[in-house]
């Protein structure tokens, strides 16, 4: 199944989310050896320059390392993947108050709904 | 002449076409990089077909020059290029294997094995004749001989074009699966959703004159828009 994109944004932008979310959930393992670029290519239906543009962004990142021989490897450090992780749990939360401030609640008020929220989690969540 | 751009592979220079009186294109210069693959799009009649045609040396110009990978249109050029054209050639009489032979004796770098191995997708049997295969089938068929060749620059002529999206996955498929990174490939067709996610580049054609070239993320990250959503706002009836 080819991965979905928005028309908004850059396709390699995207990719780079996508995978830094496997890392970071765990679907993709640290030390994991990942696919070529040809077959995450092939699997996300993208133009492997584009993938390529991607995973460099990645190594950038110090989320994935390239090693002579071996291909790429999801990254072994701990602690590269725990900043990634807060840096994104950050964005998340900061996108999240910003919207709640939109719809006019005050921060107690989002406090208090992300209280009673944790019992039903994701039940009608937007995807 | 020799080109002085190593990382060119096709040079276009004030090209021009007439049939009669009707202007195909007009004063079109185009550089396509080495390695890269490019959408060629424009409505009906934007003239995709006749420059993709002098370009593979079946048509001539009125005026103005093309260089493939420096050297001008001819024999020469002829081997490096791989041309799907809009639609297939492969006689009714001629089964699976005896196209395979065609194409082994015609072209030095055709890669036998890999053509094997995607028609093996295919699940076509050798002995199947080209007039009991399904338009779609045929259309494959000839997409993967034009891709089993290692080729410098592939010519593909609305390869998308008239096939169910199933099939249209196959081919886009067949063209990432079998793309080298020193080869480029021009892709011309109408249906940019689909081939978008696969451009590094792409080239507006608008009644004979190219209106755009940029790249596709360009577009996204400067104008936060698709490059579908860019071609219907520019080519609006």
């Given amino acids: 199944m080819a991965w979905q994109f928005t028309s908004n944004r850059s396709i390699y932008s995207q990719i780079v989310d996508e ?5 970071l959930n765990g679907t993709y393992e640290m030390g994991m050896r990942l696919p070529s670029v040809r077959d995450l290519a092939l699997l996300a239906a993208v133009n492997p320059n584009t993938m390529q543009r991607a995973l460099s962004e990645l190594e950038e990142m110090g989320l994935v390392t390239t090693q002579r021989n071996t291909g790429r490897t999801v990254t072994t450090d701990e602690a590269a993947v725990s900043r990634a992780r807060d840096a994104k749990a950050d964005l998340l939360v900061e996108t999240f108050l910003s919207q709640m401030k939109m719809l006019g609640l005050s921060r107690g008020e989002v406090l ?7 019992n039903k989690e994701g039940e009608h969540a937007i995807q | 002449m020799q080109s002085n751009n190593t990382q060119a592979i096709l040079e276009v220079r004030a090209l021009t076409k007439r049939y009669g009186p009707t202007l195909a294109l ?9 390695g890269k693959i490019i959408g060629l799009l424009g409505p009906n009649g934007s003239g995709k077909t006749t420059l993709l045609k002098i370009v593979a040396g079946l048509l001539t110009s009125t005026s103005g020059f093309v260089l493939v990978d420096g050297q001008p ?10 041309y799907l054209p809009e639609r297939t050639y492969l006689p009714d009489w001629m089964t699976v294997e005896d196209c395979l032979d065609y ?5 030095a ?14 699940n076509v049997p050798a002995n199947k004749r080209m007039k009991q295969l399904s338009k779609g089938t045929r259309e494959k068929m000839q997409l993967v001989l034009v891709m089993s060749r290692r080729a410098k620059l592939y010519l593909l002529d609305e390869p998308i074009g008239g096939v169910d999206p199933a099939t249209r996955d196959y081919i886009l498929d067949t063209i990432i699966g079998n793309y080298d990174n020193e080869a480029t490939i021009l892709i011309s067709t109408h249906l940019i959703a689909d081939v978008e996610k696969v451009l590094d580049e792409f080239l507006f054609l608008k009644e ?3 209106t755009m070239h940029d790249t596709t ?3 996204r990250e400067t104008q936060g828009k698709s490059l579908d959503e860019l071609f219907r706002e520019v080519f609006r009836c």
């Fill in chain 1, 19 to 23: 995978i830094e979310l496997r890392i």
């Fill in chain 1, 112 to 118: 208090e709904r992300l209280a009673r929220g944790e």
């Fill in chain 2, 26 to 34: 007009s004063n079109v210069d185009l550089t396509l990089p080495k």
């Fill in chain 2, 73 to 82: 249109i001819g024999e020469g050029t002829k081997s490096l290029i791989s």
């Fill in chain 2, 103 to 107: 194409f082994v004796d015609f072209y």
């Fill in chain 2, 109 to 122: 770098d055709f890669d036998l094995q890999r053509a094997r191995e995607m028609l093996s997708r295919l």
């Fill in chain 2, 208 to 210: 004979g004159v190219i």
């Fill in chain 2, 217 to 219: 993320d360009n577009v």
